[in-house]
C-alpha cells in the first residue's frame, strides 16, 4: 500500500515538473544597462536605440520605486514591440 501511494505522489510530481520545466527553458533574458538609471521608457528608449538594440527599451522600476534601470528589448525574436513604427508620419489607407 506504502509503495501505491508513493507512485502516486511520485506520478504528480513528475507531471508539475513537466508543466514548469518549459516555461523555465523558454525564458526571454532581457539585457539591462548596469549603472543606468530613469524615470521613464521614453529615455531608456532612446539608450538602448543608442546601444544597438533596435526594439529600444523600457525603465524597469520596482514597487514604491521613483527611479529605475533601463532595460532593452532584444532583438533576435519578433514581437508586438517590433510593429510599433518609430515614423510618426505614417498614412494608413483603408
Known amino acids: 500500500m506504502a509503495t501505491q501511494k508513493f507512485s ?10 513537466a508543466l514548469i520545466l518549459p516555461s523555465i527553458i523558454s525564458v526571454e533574458v532581457i539585457p539591462c544597462i548596469a549603472g543606468s538609471k530613469c524615470t521613464n521608457d521614453m ?10 538594440f533596435s526594439k529600444g527599451g523600457f525603465c524597469q522600476k520596482y514597487v514604491h520605486q521613483t ?22 508620419n505614417v498614412v494608413i489607407t483603408n
Not at 502516486?8 to 510530481?13: A, D, G, K, P, S
Not at 529615455?43 to 544597438?52: A, D, I, Q, S, V
Not at 527611479?67 to 510618426?88: A, F, M, N, V, Y
Open 67 to 88: 527611479i529605475g534601470r533601463c532595460c532593452c528589448h532584444p532583438t533576435g525574436l519578433e514581437s508586438q514591440e517590433s510593429s510599433i513604427s518609430g515614423d510618426t
Open 43 to 52: 529615455t531608456c528608449n532612446e539608450l538602448c536605440r543608442f546601444k544597438g
Open 8 to 17: 502516486y505522489f511520485l506520478l504528480v510530481l513528475l507531471m508539475v515538473f
